[in-house]
């Protein structure tokens, strides 16, 4: 007798769930998130160069006296600095440089002194047509 009120109710517990509660106050929904619980957000949100700094940066002569420093793999770098630069332990004290990929695209960068992986800016990554995902060889030259 028992199995067979629990059978019967059963249905109608299950709808419980899709009733309202009326005591309850409805909530506006979350902004969408990732996996992670980050908020999502396009590369162009993070990227805050302006047109006129990815000209510059894209346009810059390149120095044919330029000392080549070598060849790393990057990362991408940390996507809240602003900015086109390069990361690496190619560099000992900050200056202005350039890296180009293998296929021959050039990006003007302030070079730093850094540890680790070599770390590209989102700004450069963007610029030279990289996928964010990507973890590419560059040659790094100092002007």
Known sequence: MRIYIALIALPFL????????????????PPAATALGAIARTPEAYDLTSAAERE????????TGAERLGAVVTVLGNAGEPGFWLRSSLVKDPRKGRV????GASVAVDLLPGAGSAQLSLAAYRALGLSLTALPQVTVYAD
């Open 100 to 103: 180009e990929t293998a296929d």
């Open 56 to 63: 510059r940066a894209l346009a810059a002569p390149v120095n």
């Open 14 to 29: 299950a709808s419980c769930a899709e009733v309202s509660n009326p005591f309850r106050r409805e909530q506006a929904a």
